[in-house]
């Protein structure tokens, strides 16, 4: 079956480094990628998204490329901030089918310091 | 963006007891609803996916008649953990789609069950 495989944690940065977060998928259709992501005790906010091959996604500086020939999604931002600190999830989904749930990640956490 | 409200945020209550949980979409319409669990420091576990009007369809190994999934409404779907034990506890998060297609699903803030 489909399967998201990201990179894991946990991911610790100073404040204005880079951010790379890996995410690769397994599909067998045409699936829409996104990633969202969790602060400490909340649910899931869509960060951003790509629905096909080659589209890039972003959303507050961070940015993520779907490429169908790497089937991957990796999320990155040029300048991290102690408030991007959370988790992660890279997640696919067939957006054609309404009753289809989303596929996770395992999450990764970042923890940026000032 | 699309708001999904889910109450109440947090919970304890004693082993034994019933516990709902509610999924609201508060400004379109949801056929279909997502019930997740979220154990510490791991990702989200997909349990049941509730039609409106139909019975839930629930993910291999997850007790239908522990945790009791209504979906009355296009806006409402409920989770009800049943006799709960504190092994129960767990972050349980509701994630719904809107009718039309090519949507992203949007997030409930989650719900903390703690049972005691």
């Known amino acids: 079956g489909d399967s998201v495989t990201q990179m894991e944690g946990p991911v610790t940065l100073s404040e204005e480094a880079f951010l790379t977060i890996n995410c690769t998928y397994t599909a067998t259709g045409y699936p829409s990628l996104f990633w969202y992501v969790q602060y400490p005790g909340e649910g899931l906010q869509l960060l951003l998204k790509a629905t096909k091959a080659d589209d890039k996604g972003s959303n507050k500086g961070f940015e993520a490329t779907y490429r169908k020939e790497t089937t991957s999604f990796h999320l990155e931002k040029g300048s991290v901030q102690v408030s991007d600190s959370a988790v992660y999830f890279c997640?696919?989904?067939?957006?054609?089918?309404?009753?289809?749930?989303?596929?996770f990640g395992k999450g990764t956490t970042l923890s940026v310091s000032s | 963006g699309a708001v999904v409200s889910q109450h109440p945020s947090r919970v304890i209550c004693k082993s034994g007891t019933s516990v709902k949980i509610e999924c609201r979409s508060l400004d379109f319409q949801a056929t279909t609803m997502f019930w997740y669990r979220q154990f510490p420091k791991q990702s989200l576990m997909l349990m049941a996916t509730s039609n409106e009007g139909s019975k839930a369809t629930y993910e291999q190994g997850v007790e239908k008649d522990k945790f009791l999934i209504n979906h009355a409404s296009l806006t409402l779907s409920t989770l009800t953990v049943t006799s709960a034990h504190p092994e129960d506890s767990s972050f349980y998060i509701c994630?719904?789609?809107?009718?039309?297609?090519?949507?992203?699903?949007?997030f409930g803030q989650g719900t903390r069950l703690t049972v005691v």
């Open positions: 994630s719904a789609r809107d009718q039309g297609m090519n949507t992203e699903a949007f």
């Open positions: 997640a696919l989904s067939d957006l054609n089918q309404a009753g289809t749930a989303l596929i």
